[in-house]
């Protein structure tokens, strides 16, 4: 596959759901303002935005409104959720033969619903963000065209070489949000250990429903959320899609499936040795093992991980100079 290709479909599916985690994490946090006090209205959306990886040009002003329309609509932004469909839309016209008639037209239309120009008036999303209702509509809207996308794609897309650098785009996305997620959440959640109560609850809730676990972590654990648990489940379950475990287990299938389809060879070694021990960080360790040794330090050496593994999948894919395709071939 050509390096241009490799690089269009990988970011475009970073960026698709970057952006669907960005509208839930508002979202979530939007809702529950209806059960918090000013103190706590302040710490959850600084976590909000240490969980977005902080991004530039974005603080907060005190204004949970005003820092959703900066996260939502603001392309001066490169993390805002418009800024991500734009960028996504864009690589996906670059491969647009690559792709099926059915994503093309449903990440077209996602991108006219969310550059229509009354949206992009100043006074009139004032109007919307700060009118009895709540920007959930919207931003629901976008979650499930990000939803949809995914959906046609695995089933109208064939499962090829394409098909898995998007597979490896999205898990390398979600992991990466997750560990960041959980970061974030890191010295309020373990804290104090033994359960929570009251408004806790609702933050433990919260932090569920961000990552789309909260139903999920009932059905295993039932109701009672527990500190322990909700690690356990987030970094180590097998089975929920959006756990670290299972989104590198997911990345490291689409990688060998990568790495199959062009021969393999030792070129492509280092690249596996990453993701095999990022793996083997999750699905042989235990949830106490992670908390004697440090939930923040474990949390960032997966971040840091991740970001070896973009950096050698750049090398061997996207970055790579013909001398070392040739000599990776002949191998």
Known sequence: MLSRVADSLYWMSRYLERAEHTTRMLDVNLNLMLDESSTSSERRWQRVLQALGKPKRVKWDDNPYELTRTLTFDTGVKASVLSCI?????????????ISTEQWHRLNSLYLE????????????????ESDETPAAFLQQVMEAVHQFQGVTDSTMSHGEGWQFIQVGRSLERASATAMLLEAYQEDLWAEPGGVDGNE??????????????????????????????????LLDPEFPHSLRFSIDAMQ?????IDRSGGGGSRTEPLSRLAG??????????????LDQGVVPYLRRIQTQCSEIHNTIYQLYIDYSIQSALTGSSN
């Not at 734009?86 to 690559?98: C, D, K, L, M, T």
């Not at 429903?209 to 356990?232: Q, W």
């Open 86 to 98: 734009i960028a996504a839309r864009e690589n996906s016209r670059h491969v647009r033969e690559q």
């Open 114 to 129: 969310v550059t229509r120009p009354e949206l992009q008036t100043s006074m009139q999303m004032q109007a919307q963000f």
């Open 201 to 234: 609850y609702l933050e433990w809730m919260g932090l569920l429903r961000s990552a789309t676990a909260f139903e999920a972590y009932c059905k295993v654990y039932t109701a009672d959320l527990t500190p322990e648990r909700i690690l356990e489940f987030l």
């Open 253 to 257: 299938q689409a990688l060998s499936a």
């Open 277 to 290: 021990r990022v793996y083997a960080s999750l699905a042989y360790t235990s949830v106490d093992e992670i």
